[in-house]
């Protein structure tokens, strides 16, 4: 029995090989290649450089290049110096509402990038509270459309990922390390100087690296300030070059692509090389109490600056665009005469934004199912049967989502429009293309979480199921999914808002038929129709806040059980 069980299982690994094999190719690779090789190809179909040649001439492709490179370490360096202190405190510190302060940080991460910079113009616009303030105080308002505007907007953006990324470090160097260095006496504040802060480097140094590439593949905050103030990046630049639909267009397009890959790509090896540092400091006892304990005037000084802060940066901005889309006018007022609920009745009555939501709705659903049924498939065969190929499938799906993703939209246009020569699919546009590009993006998140999930699981019943002769299939459902489901579902949760939310991808692969909600609102910006912009960014926040609440909830409820 055991002989034939092992045939069994030998014979499901090598088909399920291949399917891997041919997902990753399929999906991940192809793609890419496929991309490449447009970039590489003449008007008659022949091997060329020449639209390489052309963009060392052309002085727009220079300046979106300097721009993307000059804007993303700057908007990096704002987010470490951000996410840096905001990690300090709240490890190495005796503050309050830590709890408070941390979904601070990461809440202008998880709202849209669009909703925020709307959120912001909206407050510093001419009429805006903000800029009425300023002028009151004899100040200068504040211009967003401008370079200055455009690294603020991503460093609030992304000080997140500096600050996780950082905080995880600090927790791990051992409280004896600040002891021996106090013993000697160093006092507090040396200590984190000379002996904490250069142990936190390689984390700090691995978290504004991810923050850059986190802004070399924004396309929102750019694409709201810099293209009309005139200021490309070569997200945007490619953006304008698709649409145009020129003769060149997309060949030129694919070249941008690929100069945008190398950038993320040596962005993305210099993370892991950087990620894969340690300077020691993690034995004995790992961080359990504050290290700088400050009297309770300059906690409390410290406390409610830093949280006031984080309000005023990632909270207030979310309530001024919600009334400001009540308003009549752009002049900020409170008065009942002044306001209006045209804007928000608009948004619930207008057929182009309905049927965009319900877009949205349809292809984040497909896009999560998709990626939870195939990114579980290949967690179990990496966690379970050890697969090769599905180690390959992890990897390429890996590569897709450090991409860009603008550039893996271009990549999935090309390829799919003629997957093989002389085929034409007419998928361009289509609810297909989309869900294939979401589920290309976000299947590395699914293998991961379902992959972290099933090592905590014993592999015992499941071997035990199929030598007493059940089925492949009946063991998945009596077995893994039962104890797979909620792990599983908590990492499509994460899929499903972001394919929700996404503007990038639909950008360029959305017809008028297949328009989402992103670029809807992406549509009534460009066109001047800020205030029915700020009231769609308002409804949608709501619903995507109602949604964490009710996971929340969820959560709760499940552990008190």
């Known amino acids: 029995m055991e002989a034939l069980l092992h045939r069994t299982r030998a014979l499901r690994i090598s088909r399920s090989g291949l399917l891997f094999t041919v ?5 991940f690779v192809f793609p890419l290649i496929r991309l490449v090789l447009l970039s590489l ?3 008659d179909g022949t091997l060329s450089a020449a639209q390489y040649e052309a963009l060392l001439q052309d002085p727009r492709a220079g300046a979106a290049i300097a721009n993307t490179i000059g804007i993303s370490v700057s908007a990096a360096l704002l987010s470490a110096l951000c996410g840096t202190v905001t990690a300090f405190l709240t490890v190495y510190t005796n503050i309050r509402y830590k709890t408070l302060i941390e ?3 990461f809440l202008p991460f998880v709202i849209p990038a669009y909703v925020m910079t709307i ?7 001419a009429g805006g509270a903000l800029t009425q303030l300023l002028q009151a105080a004899g100040l200068p308002p504040l211009d967003l459309y401008t370079r200055g505007g455009i690294i603020a907007m991503l460093g609030i953006c992304h000080m997140s990922v500096v600050h996780v990324t950082v905080s995880h470090r600090l927790k791990k160097i051992s409280e004896e390390v600040d002891w021996a260095a106090r013993v000697s006496g160093c006092p507090p504040w040396k200590t984190i100087r000379r002996v904490d802060l250069p142990m936190a480097a390689p984390a700090i140094a691995s978290g504004t690296v991810l923050a850059f590439l986190a802004d070399v593949d924004n396309f929102a905050v750019p694409a709201f300030l810099g293209i009309s103030s005139n200021i490309p990046v070569l997200s945007t630049y490619i953006y304008e070059k698709v649409i145009s639909f020129g003769p060149d267009s997309f060949a030129y397009g ?7 890959s190398v950038i993320a790509l040596t962005g993305t090896l210099l993370a892991a090389r950087l990620g894969g540092r340690r300077d020691g400091g993690e034995g004995g006892r790992a961080h359990s109490e504050a290290r700088i304990v400050f009297s309770p005037a300059v906690r409390f000084v410290v406390e409610h600056l830093t949280a006031g802060a984080l309000i005023f940066f990632s909270v207030v901005p979310f309530f001024y665009m919600a009334i400001s889309a009540l308003l009549k006018t752009f002049n900020f007022s409170l008065r009942p005469e002044d306001m209006t609920l045209d804007n928000y009745r608009f948004v619930f ?3 182009g934004i309905r049927e965009a939501a319900l877009n949205s709705l349809f292809l984040a659903g497909m896009g999560t199912i998709a990626c939870l049924v195939l990114g579980t498939i290949a967690a179990y065969g990496i966690v379970r049967r050890g697969s090769r190929a599905a180690a390959f499938l992890e990897g390429c799906a890996s590569m897709t989502y450090s991409v860009p993703g603008i550039v893996l939209a271009l990549a999935l246009i090309f390829y799919w429009s003629q997957p093989v020569p002389g085929m034409t699919t007419g998928l361009y546009g289509s609810y297909t293309i989309l869900i294939l590009g979401y589920a290309s993006r976000y299947m590395i998140v699914q293998i991961k979480n379902s992959a972290s999930a099933m090592v905590s699981m014993s592999a015992a019943a499941e071997d035990a199921a199929l030598v007493s002769g059940s089925s492949f299939l009946r063991m998945w459902v009596k077995i893994i999914i039962p104890q797979l489901a909620a ?4 990492g499509s949760f994460f899929i499903f808002l972001s394919a929700f939310t996404e503007l990038t991808m639909s950008s360029v692969m959305s017809s008028a038929s297949t328009k989402t909600i992103g670029l809807a609102i992406f549509n009534l910006q460009q066109a001047g129709d800020y205030s029915l912009a700020a009231a769609v960014s308002s409804v949608i926040l709501a619903v995507m806040l109602l949604c964490c609440a009710v996971r929340l909830v969820y959560k709760k409820a499940r552990r008190s059980v």
């Open 23 to 27: 997902l990753a190719a399929v999906f």
């Open 41 to 43: 190809t003449a008007e």
């Open 103 to 105: 979904g601070l940080v």
């Open 119 to 125: 959120s912001w113009t909206g407050l510093t616009a």
């Open 254 to 260: 694919a070249v941008l692509s690929v100069v945008l």
């Open 349 to 351: 009555t207008n057929d």
């Open 487 to 490: 792990p599983a579902l908590a």
